[in-house]
């Protein structure tokens, strides 16, 4: 699947019964366990330094639907909303659910926590998908970071499922800008930051959950686009270098908080947010609460998935390259 052009490989069978009672136990046996078909199917020759994928597995509870374990090329991430789009969208496309006009609800554990999806249906077909976030907060506005070769950097620390060092082009003086022809120093200079900041910021720390404590990757946002109905640009560089072709849904998560944190956006305004393919996403907030010693934000977050095609891949004992490997 893809959703606003970042791929998603739904592993739907075929892969060894994981161990746990939740899905973040399920994480830590498939990490500790199978590593080997994580990147068996996420590396070439089956995929690429930038493919995506998702893992299907109970829920945590009965009230749950299912859950979703994320794949990419560094490991496992805790929250993704351009996946939780497209399993939302594939829920009602292969009739996992009993599928009704109008909207359909879906409760999917993620190992950030439990996300509810909206799949709006008509005449049959999937015409968009809302999900609303786990709890979503700031820990700290212009933050700064001594960067090689960038010198010092403005950025945001918020958490929307993941934590991102939120970078806005207009505070830095860059000499790149967020176009495809920049995709090389996006990668490049996106790293720089996250390292930088992992190494500075003692405070990637979740309230509740050690496994979700660290830093998933640097956002760029635009702020000058000049595209009609357009509010923003992101651009996502994540895990080991991988550019996310859409908006990015736990990053727009993310940014509910801080825009409502500076008081640009209350309850029930829209921002709308384009990507490096000019992909968008539609974010808003939905509602606060207190979360643990932060003031959080319930984000929604909206857009649109597609199937591209369905694959049964084998994996022989005997080929040398079975696990996989990336060139760049």
């Not at 015409?127 to 970071?145: E, I, M, N, Q």
């Not at 490049?188 to 050690?210: C, R, S, W, Y």
Request: charged letters at 25%; a negative charge.
């Amino acid at each position: 699947m893809h959703t606003g052009g970042e791929p998603l490989r739904v592993i739907v069978e075929g892969f060894p019964e994981l161990k746990g009672n939740s899905v973040l136990e399920y994480r830590r046996d498939c990490k500790t366990n199978y590593d080997d078909l994580r990147t068996a199917l996420m590396f070439e020759p089956r995929g690429h330094a930038d493919m995506y994928g998702c893992l299907l597995l109970p829920p945590n509870d009965d009230e749950g639907d299912f859950g979703i374990l994320f794949l990419h090329n560094e490991g496992y991430s805790t929250m993704c909303g351009h996946a939780i789009i497209a399993i939302s969208t594939l829920a009602v496309e292969m009739d996992w659910i009993d599928v009704k006009e109008g909207v359909n609800t879906l409760k999917i554990d993620a190992p950030c926590g439990r996300i509810t999806s909206y799949v709006n249906v008509k005449d049959g077909k999937v015409t968009g998908v809302r999900f609303h976030c786990v709890p979503s907060f700031v820990v700290g506005l212009d933050k700064t970071v001594n960067v090689n070769g960038l010198g010092k950097v403005i950025y945001d620390l918020a958490y929307g499922g993941a934590f991102y060092a939120y970078v806005d082009m207009a505070k830095n003086n860059f000499d790149f800008n967020l176009s495809r022809n920049a995709y090389r120093d996006i990668i490049t200079n996106g790293m720089k930051i996250k390292h930088a900041v992992m190494k500075q910021d003692h405070e990637i720390l979740h309230p509740f959950e050690a496994d979700l404590s660290f830093l998933y990757g640097t956002i760029f946002i635009d702020n000058t686009t000049q595209v009609s109905g357009i509010d923003s640009r992101n651009v996502c560089v994540f895990a080991e270098g991988e550019v996310d072709r859409c908006p990015t849904g736990s990053g727009v998560s993310g940014r509910m908080a801080i825009h409502k944190s500076r008081k640009e956006i209350d309850i029930g305004d829209h921002m709308t947010i384009e990507s490096i393919t000019d992909s968008v996403f539609k974010g808003s907030v939905i509602s606060e609460e207190d979360y643990g010693p932060f003031k959080a934000v319930i984000p929604q977050v909206e857009g649109m998935a597609h199937i591209t095609g369905m694959q049964t891949f084998v994996i022989d004992p005997n080929d040398p390259m079975k696990n996989g490997f990336i060139l760049r």
